[in-house]
């Protein structure tokens, strides 16, 4: 019998019974959308926090100045700590060994003002290093300048979201913006950030496109906080040669801190990149229960493949003895009922992509994370069927061309 005739016969037994067919898939269906609408959404996660932790700078160590109540505020100055300060930032460059670049930034609430728009901002006050540190390449224009912080240049960069406030038309760049009471002229936009939707770490939760950059030597100049107690600048940004010594680098950060502040606890340290490796931890956990759920699903198909496989074969015993006594090798009678299970199978995965990718598009469009479907996943997704056909269908293959043809002749 040729391959083509073997093929279909095996189509033949799964068409005449759809509903049992539809029926049996279902397992793989689920399994195979599950699995890809679990590797969508780990592959989402890892983009989203691979952006995040990419504004942060992985081989970036970041100083906080924390938020203190009023009274522990006193308290602190009151123990000769007038915390994060530009001398900090001096003492970390000259000290630390490792210190490649060390950025401080302040910031302060306030509001832009363009014509007749308005919109809030977080105003950043940032020396030339921080250029250096992030990269930081405008979408528009060009970022600020060594000579406009020496020389308490007036000039700023929009974030995004600000530059879309502002000029939802006209392009920002050489205009004059107001920032609280003070004029400014804008001399870049920035390409959009990711957003920070929670806390990582130590750095709370804000949205990047809403900031505008100023030079720290304008912003200390031009604009005072409205507690005459609170730090001089409000983030230490260092950056280290190497990764590797971020653990060390950030120990010896800590104690100069420590030793400045008079061990007062008014500042937070974080090393964004142990926060990614915590985070991928996290991720391969949540990975590994999916997978598990997604297996199970998987298993369970199989096994109802293989059950419904034995009855087929039960069932058509009578067809077998007939085939085999009219000349139908063992090979070719495993063959037929082999490609019934895979076919089978194979079904169900076709339909568990489509779950699968609907699913992912769902997600998507409806919850706060992005998806993304990987045509590897489609393919892994699609050989797990296969290959729970294969496993599942052999045994009930091999029993029906194992059947002894003169009993099953007399089968009733």
Not at 69 to 91: N, P
Not at 108 to 115: F, I, P, Q, S, T
Not at 162 to 191: C, H, N, Y
Request: contains cysteine.
């Amino acid at each position: 019998m040729e391959r083509r005739d073997m093929l279909r016969l095996g189509l033949d037994g799964l068409s005449q019974h759809r509903l049992r067919s539809v029926l049996t898939t279902l397992g793989i269906i689920f399994g195979v959308g599950a699995v890809i609408a679990m590797l969508a959404i780990g592959e989402g996660a890892k983009r989203e926090a691979l952006e995040k932790f990419r504004v942060l700078g992985v081989n970036n160590i970041i100083v906080r100045d924390r938020k203190l109540t009023e009274k522990e505020l006193e308290e602190a100055r009151a123990r000769f700590s007038s915390g994060l300060s530009l001398a900090d930032a001096e003492a970390i460059r000259r000290i630390v060994p490792g210190a490649v670049h060390v950025a401080p930034q302040a910031e302060l609430d306030v509001e832009a003002k363009h014509g007749d728009r308005a919109t809030k901002i977080t105003l950043v006050g940032v020396s030339h290093a921080f250029k250096e540190i992030f990269q930081s390449v405008p979408a528009s224009g060009e970022f600020l300048w060594r000579d406009q912080h020496d020389r308490e240049v007036r000039v700023c960069v929009l974030g995004a979201e600000v530059a879309r406030s502002l000029f939802p038309i006209e392009d920002p760049v050489g205009r004059q913006v107001k920032l609280d009471d003070q004029w400014f002229e804008v001399v870049g936009t920035m390409a959009n950030k990711a957003l920070f939707t929670e806390t990582v770490g130590e750095l709370a939760a804000r949205n990047l496109n809403q900031d505008v950059y100023i030079p720290l030597s304008a912003f200390l100049r031009r604009f005072s906080k409205e507690n005459p107690l609170a730090s001089q600048i409000d983030q230490l940004t260092v950056q280290v040669e190497d990764s590797e010594r971020l653990p060390e680098v950030a120990a010896v950060i800590r104690r100069v801190l420590q030793r400045r502040h008079h061990q007062n606890a008014d500042f937070d340290l974080v090393i964004p990149f142990e926060l990614l490796k915590q985070e991928e931890r996290e991720r391969r956990i949540y990975n590994m229960v999916l997978g598990s759920i997604a297996a199970i699903s998987l298993l369970v198909g199989g096994i109802g493949i293989m059950n419904i496989m034995l009855a087929t074969v039960l069932e058509r015993t009578r067809e077998i003895g007939i085939r085999r006594a009219m000349g139908a090798k063992q090979r070719e009678i495993l063959i037929q009922f082999l490609i019934e299970a895979v076919g089978l199978s194979l079904a169900g995965g076709l339909a568990g992509i489509l779950l699968g990718v609907g699913m992912a598009v769902i997600i998507d469009a409806i919850a706060e994370f992005k998806t993304i479907i990987s045509p590897l996943a489609v393919v892994l997704a699609f050989s797990l069927s296969g290959a729970v056909g294969v496993a599942s269908g052999t045994f009930p293959a091999r029993r029906a061309a194992l059947v002894n043809p003169i009993d099953a002749l007399r089968y009733e």
